[in-house]
């Protein structure tokens, strides 16, 4: 265990730093108290009205499991790794074995999209009532904009039907 | 075979080898306060290296006012920042709050410990490595180091209530233990070839011939590995995700200021400085190299040896973030769980086939060819069903007013 203490006194003197580091800090730094504003969240000089996010996108959560999956790999890799050359063709095709199961799962997580971070190509618009379709429609008068519009690609779709009943056109 | 790795095994520092008594005591509190001095000392000159060269390459100037080509501007802005007011957000959690900068400094000092500065000395009938510490388990030490440093990020940004530092942290957390696994999985090729976790075994098997280096013997693609994930980790350009300024302000540390925000400051820099350091000792034989055979000086060759190949990789360092924009997060995760995870793996396996014998090795990399097709098809299939759950509508159909006949089977649950 000696081969620790060294460690051990590095410790010590890293904490050592930064707490002296933190008492030189409130030495000198200045006393007075922070206004509202100060120690409100740091939003650009906005007053913040809108709580920080509680919920975070599933996938972040998802990698942390995956991780894990790897992670423990990486644990039993070590020491299979340190006494390798005793082991010989034995612990070669172990670990071929173990790194194959591993790379199936890997395989499936990955066809499953599960490692896809690209943005969902959603195309939805968030205000379906307004678009500029409509509002081009109200300010010319014109009720039909596209009739004349650009053609229409899905050919199941008739262009007078999908105009037709678009919403928003002024009463 | 067997046999070779052994005598490798029972290393360790000499110093201790007659246990602990007070001038071995005196001498690693001296190797101590030299290390944590030096750290500081060439934290602060990255700092400056940093900024007058990414200054040359943008043709500025850069600092040049404090001290002799402004080499004394980073300890003008450290006392600067010891002046300034120590806010805590109203919203935060105080406790964690304070504790998270302990968090991050910490592990980025004692990752340095293992790191084999240069040879082995001795001084006034004490014969020592020049290096803090040697335990048998150098290399767990490292990664549980860069593990515990996720925490200081993660609690920061948690802790400090505000929306850019949370999200800067999550962000953090995730792309740290992404490249964390590629990270592992190229060195325990290091610790495979070598059969020991102890830094100074991994450096002196590659003094023992020439071009031994574990970048060399092991195929380039475990250094490159090693070297990508290990700016992910340190999470410098072109993976600051964390702190993209352009959306996140400063990432996990925008709450922070005084000397809070020093601290984390100092921990990126360290981390980098210990970082390159490590990738030395890992991959480029650490303190080997040529010595001419001047007397008394032999002790310090290595040391110069072991500093220039750092310095070149903190060059590298400066230069990836003056030359390279910003990855994208969905661009960042891809790199590191499809193709440095996979490749890691698949490298490991034929390092691991060769060193048993040439066939072997043969066969496994015509496994690993196999598997890497089966991979690229599964990439294909993912990127298939991807797709097939975006609604993309056709130009000039309203989507929300698509008649039931026209909606692709796909497409009915994402609209509902």
């Known amino acids: 265990m000696d081969q620790y203490l060294p460690i051990l006194v590095l410790i010590v003197l890293g904490l050592l730093f930064a707490a002296l580091s933190f008492v030189g800090s409130s030495m000198l730094a200045p006393k007075k108290r922070p206004t509202a504003a100060k120690v409100a969240p740091y939003e650009c000089g906005i007053v913040p009205d809108i709580e920080p996010p509680s919920r975070f996108p599933v996938r972040f959560y998802l990698v942390a499991m995956i991780f894990i999956i790897f992670d423990i790999e990486i644990v039993f890799l070590y020491p299979w790794a340190v006494v390798f050359h005793q082991l010989g063709t034995f612990g070669l095709v172990e670990i ?12 499936y997580l990955v066809s499953n999209g599960a490692l896809s971070w690209a943005p969902a190509k959603h195309l939805e618009r968030a205000m379906p009532s307004r678009t500029s379709d409509s509002t081009i429609a109200r300010i010319s008068g014109n009720p039909d904009p596209l009739a004349s519009g650009p053609p ?17 056109q002024a009463a | 075979m067997t046999g070779t790795a052994l005598p490798l095994l029972a290393a360790g520092d000499p110093l201790f080898a007659h246990g602990v008594d007070l001038a071995v005591f005196v001498i690693v509190l001296i190797k101590v306060v030299v290390v944590f001095a030096a750290l500081m000392v060439s934290v602060m000159l990255m700092i400056w ?29 450290g006392i600067k920042l010891f002046f300034k007011e120590d806010l805590i957000p109203e919203r935060s959690d105080r406790v964690v709050f304070k504790l998270a900068p302990y968090l991050t400094i910490l592990p980025a000092f004692l990752a340095f410990a293992i790191v084999p500065v240069g040879g082995v000395v001795t001084v006034a009938g004490h014969t020592f490595e020049l290096q803090l510490a040697d335990p048998p388990m150098g290399i767990l030490f490292l990664l549980a180091m860069s593990a515990i440093g996720v925490y200081g ?8 209530g505000s929306k850019y530092p949370l999200l800067g942290s999550v962000r953090a957390s995730a792309q740290m233990i992404s490249y964390e696994a590629a990270l592992g999985l190229s060195v325990v090729m290091v610790v495979l070839v070598t059969g020991s ?16 280096w574990n970048a060399v013997r092991l195929g380039v693609v475990p250094f490159l590995i090693f070297f990508v994930a290990m700016v992910a980790e340190t999470h410098r350009p072109p993976f600051d995700l964390t702190e993209a300024e352009s959306e996140l302000v400063g990432g996990f540390h925008t709450e922070y200021s005084s000397i809070r925000f020093a601290l984390f400051f100092l921990a990126e820099f360290m981390n980098t400085i210990t970082m390159s350091a490590i990738v030395v000792t890992l991959f480029l034989g650490g303190p080997d190299g040529p010595a001419p055979h001047i007397p008394h000086t032999q002790w310090l060759w290595p040391i110069l040896w072991f500093l220039g190949k750092t310095i070149v990789f903190l060059f590298v360092f400066v230069w990836l973030r003056a030359a390279l924009p910003r990855m994208r997060y969905d661009q960042l995760m891809d790199l590191g769980w499809k193709r440095l995870i996979p490749i890691s793996l698949g490298w490991l396996m034929m390092v691991a086939g060769f060193v048993i014998d040439a066939w072997w090795g043969l066969a496994i990399t015509g496994g690993v060819v196999v598997a890497g097709a089966l991979m690229m098809r599964a990439f294909s299939i993912g990127a298939a069903r991807e797709s ?29």
């Open chain 1, 96 to 107: 071929l074995v173990f790194a194959g199961i591993v790379f199936v799962s890997f395989l």
């Open chain 1, 152 to 168: 229409v690609a899905s050919p199941d779709v008739e262009p007078a039907a999908a105009a037709a009943s678009g919403p928003g």
């Open chain 2, 49 to 77: 290296f940093e900024r007058k060269v990414i200054s040359d390459m943008q043709s500025r100037i850069g600092p040049n006012r404090a001290g002799p080509f402004g080499i004394m501007q980073t300890l003008a802005d």
């Open chain 2, 153 to 160: 990020v993660m609690l920061a940004g948690w802790s400090s």
């Open chain 2, 197 to 212: 976790l102890s830094t100074r075994a991994i450096v002196d098997a590659q003094a023992l011939h020439a071009w031994q």
């Open chain 2, 388 to 416: 097939e759950r975006a609604i993309i509508p056709p130009v000039g159909v309203r989507l929300w007013q698509r008649p039931p006949a026209t909606v692709a089977p796909g497409h009915e649950e994402s609209e509902a």
